[in-house]
C-alpha cells in the first residue's frame, strides 16, 4: 500500500496521505504505475464523458485539460526535456544528455509540447466519438511502458529516476501485467499493438540516447498515449466504414 501510495503521489497531484518511504519504495513503486494510469483514464475519461454531453470538441478539450491537471503535465516536460536535447546535440550524446538536464524549455521543447496537446486533442475528439471508456485503458496501458525500459534499456544518469527503477522490475510484475493487458484486448482488440509501441520507443531511445533517464520515461508514456489513441481512432474509423 504504501508503494502505491508513493506511484500515486509522483505520477498524479491527486492529494494523498504522507508516508515514510526510503529510495526502495520509490523504486518499487514503478510496480504500481500501470493501477495509477487506470485512476488517471477514469477520471480523464468520466470529464471527456461529462463535457461531450455539450459538444464532442468539449468533451475533448475536458479530457485533455483534466489529463494535464491530473498528472500535472509531468510526463510533458518529459517529452519537452528530450526535444530539446535531441534538437540541440547535433549527434553529441554528452550535450544531449546536458540540455536535457537544463530546467529551462527551449523552441523544440514548446513545439513538442504543443504537437503532442494537438495531436491527444483531435485523437479524443476521434475516440470519443466511439466510445469514451477505452480512454480509461490508454494512460493504463502506457504506464507498463516504465516497466519495460527499467529491464530493457541501461540508466544513463547515476542518482535519476532511470538508475533508481533500474533492477524494481521483477519478472512475475511484467507477466502479471502482460496478462491484464492481454485480458483488456479482449474488449479493446486495438491494444494488442502496444507491447509494439513499447518496444518501438525502447528501440528509438536506445538508437537516440543509449539508455533510459526519467525524462524519456515520461516522453516514452506521452508517445504510447497517443500511439494508443492513435491505433483506438482506427479501429474504430474502420468499424464505422464497416458499419
Same mark, same amino acid.
Given at each position: 500500500?504504501?508503494?502505491?501510495?508513493?506511484?500515486?503521489?509522483?505520477?498524479?497531484?491527486?492529494?494523498?496521505?504522507?508516508?515514510?518511504?526510503?529510495?526502495?519504495?520509490?523504486?518499487?513503486?514503478?510496480?504500481?504505475?500501470? *493501477?495509477?494510469? $487506470?485512476?488517471? @483514464?477514469? !477520471?480523464? &475519461? /468520466?470529464?471527456?464523458? #461529462?463535457?461531450? +454531453?455539450? %459538444?464532442?470538441?468539449?468533451?475533448?478539450?475536458?479530457?485533455?485539460?483534466?489529463?494535464?491537471?491530473?498528472?500535472?503535465?509531468?510526463?510533458?516536460?518529459?517529452?519537452?526535456?528530450?526535444?530539446?536535447?535531441?534538437?540541440?546535440?547535433?549527434?553529441?550524446?554528452?550535450?544531449?544528455?546536458?540540455?536535457?538536464?537544463?530546467?529551462?524549455?527551449?523552441?523544440?521543447?514548446?513545439?513538442?509540447?504543443?504537437?503532442?496537446?494537438?495531436?491527444?486533442?483531435?485523437?479524443?475528439?476521434?475516440?470519443?466519438?466511439?466510445?469514451?471508456?477505452?480512454?480509461?485503458?490508454?494512460?493504463?496501458?502506457?504506464?507498463?511502458?516504465?516497466?519495460?525500459?527499467?529491464?530493457? *534499456?541501461?540508466? $544513463?544518469?547515476? @542518482?535519476? !529516476?532511470? &538508475? /533508481?527503477?533500474?533492477? #524494481?522490475?521483477? +519478472?512475475? %510484475?511484467?507477466?502479471?501485467?502482460?496478462?491484464?493487458?492481454?485480458?483488456?484486448?479482449?474488449?479493446?482488440?486495438?491494444?494488442?499493438?502496444?507491447?509494439?509501441?513499447?518496444?518501438?520507443?525502447?528501440?528509438?531511445?536506445?538508437?537516440?540516447?543509449?539508455?533510459?533517464?526519467?525524462?524519456?520515461?515520461?516522453?516514452?508514456?506521452?508517445?504510447?498515449?497517443?500511439?494508443?489513441?492513435?491505433?483506438?481512432?482506427?479501429?474504430?474509423?474502420?468499424?464505422?466504414?464497416?458499419?
Amino acid at each position: 500500500m504504501k508503494r502505491l501510495v508513493v506511484a500515486f503521489g509522483f505520477l498524479t497531484r491527486l492529494p494523498m496521505p504522507r508516508v515514510e518511504a526510503g529510495a526502495n519504495d520509490f523504486a518499487a513503486a514503478i510496480r504500481c504505475y500501470p *493501477l495509477v494510469g $487506470l485512476a488517471i @483514464g477514469v !477520471l480523464v &475519461a /468520466a470529464a471527456g464523458w #461529462a463535457g461531450a +454531453s455539450i %459538444d464532442p470538441w468539449t468533451g475533448a478539450c475536458s479530457a485533455l485539460l483534466t489529463w494535464i491537471a491530473v498528472t500535472g503535465a509531468l510526463h510533458l516536460d518529459g517529452l519537452a526535456d528530450l526535444a530539446d536535447g535531441l534538437g540541440a546535440a547535433h549527434g553529441d550524446r554528452t550535450r544531449l544528455l546536458a540540455v536535457m538536464a537544463d530546467p529551462h524549455v527551449g523552441s523544440f521543447g514548446v513545439v513538442a509540447i504543443v504537437a503532442q496537446m494537438l495531436a491527444k486533442l483531435v485523437l479524443l475528439h476521434a475516440v470519443g466519438l466511439t466510445a469514451w471508456w477505452l480512454v480509461i485503458l490508454v494512460p493504463f496501458a502506457a504506464r507498463m511502458g516504465p516497466l519495460a525500459w527499467a529491464v530493457l *534499456l541501461p540508466p $544513463l544518469r547515476a @542518482g535519476g !529516476l532511470g &538508475a /533508481a527503477v533500474a533492477g #524494481a522490475v521483477r +519478472s512475475r %510484475d511484467l507477466v502479471g501485467w502482460a496478462l491484464l493487458l492481454a485480458l483488456a484486448a479482449v474488449a479493446a482488440p486495438a491494444l494488442l499493438t502496444v507491447p509494439l509501441l513499447i518496444l518501438a520507443v525502447a528501440a528509438w531511445l536506445r538508437r537516440k540516447l543509449g539508455g533510459v533517464t526519467g525524462d524519456a520515461h515520461g516522453a516514452g508514456i506521452e508517445l504510447v498515449e497517443t500511439g494508443v489513441l492513435l491505433a483506438f481512432a482506427i479501429a474504430g474509423a474502420s468499424a464505422g466504414a464497416l458499419g
